[in-house]
């Protein structure tokens, strides 16, 4: 713990922690002694989760509302920080549900906004500072939807699979400067986003977001990649490298389709 302090502190950015997962990294790093940054639209659930960590953890922590898909105003704050940032954790990610004759221009440039261009532009604004330090880690959610084509949410598992190869190029890229990289790949993890989504039974694998984000934050330092869960580990292993991607699409198409 102490460790994980002197190497990724003081401060930890949290982009898109209001809830689910993104609280859970929250809570994580408020263990871990980070004092903390969180950032999300809904300013209601960004006080609400302050004050729950401050009552119960000895740390500082700022929150702001804003929008991940503005890039000036993100850039605007973040770069009007005056704490040094030791951690960026990007989990916020927008994931509309439909096939993609039916999704409008503009939600797909929004997918390219909040699932891409945030994370790659915070990433190189916070890995500056990280350079000089010659400390740092950040962290990337990606997803299991992100390993092969997965029907009915296209666009946003193409996102994914832009933060695993971005955060495995930078991961060798930055370690030069002792700053650590990681792409989480999750399967299901049961956050408010899944649970609306999901109209069957839980996906095999399904972890909560409090697992997550331990497994996540325990596997940085350790390789560009992390799949959190045993049973995701095997399931990765046969979508990825046994079965051929006709079939490996085919698998998802049938558990997307339930997805709404
Ligand atoms: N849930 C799963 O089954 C699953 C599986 C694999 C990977 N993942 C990945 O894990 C991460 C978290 O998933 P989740 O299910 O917790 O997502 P979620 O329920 O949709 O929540 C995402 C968080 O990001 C914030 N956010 C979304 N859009 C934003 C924007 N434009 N600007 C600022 N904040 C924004 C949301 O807060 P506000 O609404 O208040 O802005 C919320 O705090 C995502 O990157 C996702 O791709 C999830």
Known sequence: MHEFKSKYGPWALVAGASEGLGAAFAEELAKRG???????????KLEELSNNLRDRYP???????????????????????????GLLVYNAAYAPISYFEHISEESL????????????LLSK????????????GIVLMSSLAGTQGSPKIATYAA??????????????ELKKHGID????????????????????????????????AEKTLNALGKGPTTIPGF??????????????????????????????
């Open 125 to 136: 604004l916070v890995s500056v500072k990280m350079i000089e330090k010659r400390k740092g």
């Open 159 to 172: 996102s994914k699979a832009f933060n695993a190869i971005f955060a495995e190029g930078i991961w060798s």
């Open 109 to 120: 440039i929004k997918i390219v906004d909040v699932n891409i261009k945030a994370p790659l």
């Open 181 to 212: 990289v990681i792409a989480s790949c999750a399967g299901a993890i049961t956050t408010p986003g899944y649970i609306n989504a999901q109209n069957t039974k839980d996906a095999p694998g399904t972890l909560n977001a409090k697992k997550v």
């Open 34 to 44: 980070l004092n903390l940054v969180l950032i999300a639209r809904r300013l209601e």
């Open 59 to 85: 740390i500082e922590i700022k929150y702001h509302s804003l929008d991940l898909a503005d890039f000036a105003e993100t850039k605007h704050f973040v770069t009007g920080l005056e704490t040094h940032i």
């Open 231 to 260: 049973t995701n580990k095997i399931a990765q292993f046969f979508m990825g490298r046994l079965f051929s991607r006709k079939f490996a699409i085919s698998i998802m198409d049938n558990n997307t389709k339930h997805l709404s």
